[in-house]
């Protein structure tokens, strides 16, 4: 019989493949997309769309991948698309044709619903109980958050050293080398999970997924977080130019900007601290972060300002990220975390590939930077109001 892993080297194990797979999956591609359009002349807006093509893919994803994992198949859908990202970003670096360099981007793009955050979050609450699951999902998030910390200057390195085609080579040799057998060692198979009952038992215990669906809790934490990833997208994208037609001081600018990887990893480790805080207090206290950090675009604008608001803004999202993780076991079901998960995602993913574009637009229909603001603090306010009308909605139905 196989033995589970023991829960911190099952953390541990996940964190660290998870800190890979973003690393390959997610930060290195701005770097790479950089020197290709420098090397090939293909357009910036080509790869970027071939980009946002493969996010509607994930999004398109994102519920099949739940319910399979939510299934026990965790092991073999993670294995499996991390050997797929390794086999694409293979294929990629020997690509010559346009079509070709769309095809890779597009599958790896999509491949994010199968390895990102999701599915791994929801291997975890299926192996542990919610306490532990948390407690695992804030670790977890604590090693995916020193991806960028350790991918953006590696490829960097890589791409001065071997170019980008084997730069290429090297992330899919990495990502075959350490993710894909701690994926296979961390997760287990089927038969071994947790809930160990046969899976026509399991079906016939577990609440129906229908009234779940029916909740106006569900819409309105799916609405929160979708305002949430489109402030997320938007304004990471939007960030640099921003406070740059704020500041002229372009030194503090980028310190600023610098601080928001180590506000996150600093704020999921005060979260340990503070294990008897509830997901309520979490979720509207980081939200209501979200705008006080963006209204510091109005203020005069200065090192401290710029600091202050990257410090918010980072530990906010790094904490809202465990919020949105554990809200669904702990607001509305513990059962079919993999599908719940899958059916908000679509809308999230909508979200996220949209507001980068629509900001852009706005900002230049407006004529001015205040009005990109004046629309992502728009989605930053309506994040902490739609959290707190889920919970009062949650509070009215128990």
Not at 44 to 57: E, F, K, P, Q
Not at 176 to 196: D, E, F, K, M, Q
Request: with cysteine; aromatic share 10%.
């Amino acid at each position: 019989m196989n033995v589970q892993p023991a829960k911190y080297g099952f953390v541990a194990a996940l964190g660290l493949s998870q800190l890979v797979s973003w690393g390959v999956l997610y930060y290195s591609f701005p770097l790479i997309a950089e020197a290709m359009i420098n090397d090939t002349g293909i357009s910036r807006s080509s790869i970027y769309g071939a980009a946002t093509a493969g996010l509607l893919l994930a999004a398109a994803m994102a519920y099949p991948v739940g319910t399979l994992v939510d299934r026990g198949h965790g092991r073999k859908i993670m294995v499996g698309a991390t050997f797929a990202a390794s086999l694409t970003t293979l294929l990629w670096s020997y690509a010559a044709t346009a079509p070709a360099f769309y095809a890779a981007i597009i599958t790896l793009a999509g491949l994010q619903a199968t390895l990102l955050y999701e599915p791994a979050f929801a291997v975890v609450v299926r192996q542990l109980n919610i306490q532990q699951a948390r407690s695992a999902i804030t670790a977890i998030t604590l090693w995916a958050g020193f991806s960028s910390t350790l991918f953006v200057p590696l490829v960097q390195s890589m791409l001065d050293a071997l170019g980008w085609r084997g730069t290429l080579l090297s992330l899919a040799a990495i990502n075959l080398a350490i993710a894909a057998p701690l994926y296979y060692w961390a997760i287990p198979p089927a038969t071994t999970a947790r809930n160990v009952t046969p899976p026509k038992t399991v079906a016939a215990n577990q609440p129906s997924l229908s009234p779940i669906l029916r909740q106006p809790t569900f819409y309105l934490l799916s609405a929160s977080f979708c305002a949430y990833m489109a402030l997320f997208s938007g304004f990471t994208y939007h960030l640099y130019p921003l406070l740059v037609a704020r500041s002229d001081d372009t030194q503090s600018v980028v310190l600023a900007i610098a601080l928001i990887g180590p506000a996150q990893v600093g704020a999921r480790v005060l979260i340990l601290l503070f294990k008897k805080i509830t997901i309520r207090q979490l979720g509207l206290l980081t939200g209501i972060t979200f705008p006080v950090a963006i209204v510091l675009l109005k203020a005069p604008p200065s090192t401290l300002t710029l600091v202050a608001l990257c410090l918010l803004y980072g530990g906010a999202n790094g904490i809202f990220t465990i919020v949105r993780a554990m809200a669904v076991p702990e607001l509305l079901s513990r059962h079919h975390y993999g599908r719940i998960n899958g059916i908000m995602l679509i809308p999230m993913s909508l979200a996220r590939a949209v507001a980068p574009w629509a900001i852009a637009g706005y900002w230049t229909h407006t004529g001015s930077a205040q009005g990109a603001i004046n629309l992502i603090l728009g989605l930053a306010l309506l994040v902490p109001v739609l959290f707190g009308l889920a919970i009062n909605t949650r509070r009215r139905n128990c």
